[in-house]
């Protein structure tokens, strides 16, 4: 597999972890643990439920939560749209006003649309130029109508890290709005602590977390009394909330890729780091370049790096051959558009579109990123070049 | 995005990149890069018995992989063009043999404005020289 493509793109997805995939296996076939955990009158439905009930704790333990608070999903998507559906559902009486970031991934983005469409109103905070948000301004957009407000912990495109705990502070002390967290990002790569941030409603996904496809959950505090209408009936699985038999193997999977990260975070956020610092090192030598969200709290594994003097699409093609990237966030760049994210924190057009978004993982290694700093490098001068940039040929100081 | 065999050839490896200095030498650009596409082509002119004809051609593009590939193809095509003569091939053509999507027809007409200009600045310059 030499001439495979480094895979730099650990933010899109993940493989799953072997110790994940050998459990979610045992769940699998006649001789394994193949019952309906819905099943309560035997022993395969018994069996498959202790399995279930096995992984959610292993959520709750890697998340700081209780094992009641996890309700399994299909995937963050339809957890971030629970979680807005929902709420905004449950409260429609007490408000219908919701609170956002210009940032947010698109399935928070669209369920805001839609609930626009049905008559709420959304207020959508830009970030400032690094791409945080000040806690307080997110506290400011909060009124007596608001039922909702919802932040994602760490940017998928940008790797900026919100401060998810100072806004839930400061929100519910104005309001009486639900906080929703979407951590889809966060597993493995900062602490996430479901009970300490004060928050309400937090998503997550197996897949960015070396679990599988298909996995996700949303955390729903019971302790704070948050309250939710289910988007599916039929069954009345994981509390009301989510009919729908469980998929034994994915939660057990799921489960499993959660421990391991969460033991693992430590060790890998040192050597993440490192790295990413290298690959930026070499990155900042050609030199016409922006680190985006360089002045804000960031996690390591996500380096989105702006050429300027590039196309994006050729950009994008020039290193394709080499290197498993993507430019702006990987649900949105088949459209070929400039990223919103990047447009959020000012960038203009051209700028947002020549980014690249390097996202490192548990399988990368000091050659992966010389390897991908020299086909960046060549790829960028090349292109320059052939455009008669004023850069093109010559080295200069990083900006 | 997917590219054809010819796309790919000439946006790795294109032919004809850069610019021409000289009195016989004539510019023209088209686009901008703020809007995406710009593309610039530079023509020696010398003549053969009687007639102008393009010598030479280079150019340099701001662009998709199909623009730096169209413009490379039609620098190299030139050679022996009358500067009176519009693209070696039509746009439309240009576009079914690099396999664009059709959304991209209007940056391939940033390649043969680009062309067009470098001609007509030669074309006035032997006009007036004729005159």
Known sequence: MSASPVYLDYAATTPVAPEAAARMTECLTRDGTFGNPGSASHAYGEEASARVEAARAQVATALGAEAADIVFTSGATEANNLAIFGTAQYYKDAGRHIVTARTEHKSVLDPCRELERRGWTVTYL???????????????????????????????????IADVGAIAALSTRIGNARIHVDAAQSVGKCEVDFAALGVDLLSVSAHKAYGPKGAGALLVSRRRGAHLMPMLYGGGQEGGLRSGTVATHQAVGMGAAFEIASAARGTEHGRIAALGERLWGALREVGGVVLNGAAAARVPHVVNVSFEGVEGESLLAAVQPHLAVSTGSACTSATQEPSYVLRALGRDDRLAESSLRFSLGRFTNEADIDTAAAVVTRAVERLRRIAGHRDAGRRIAGT | MSYNELTRRYFHDP??????????????????RSAGTWVQFDIRLGRAGAEPRVREARFLAFGCPHVIAAASLVAEQAEGATPESRLPQSVHALRERLEAPVEKLGRLFVVEDAWIAALQAAHSHITQSSC
């Open chain 2, 15 to 32: 032919a004809c990149i850069g610019t021409l200095e000289g009195p016989d030498c004539y510019r023209g650009a088209a686009g901008s």
């Open chain 1, 126 to 160: 830009k970030p400032g130029a690094e791409g945080a948000l000040d806690p307080a301004r997110v506290a400011a957009a909060v009124r007596p109508d608001t039922v909702l407000v919802s932040i994602m912990h760490v940017n998928n495109e940008t790797g900026v």
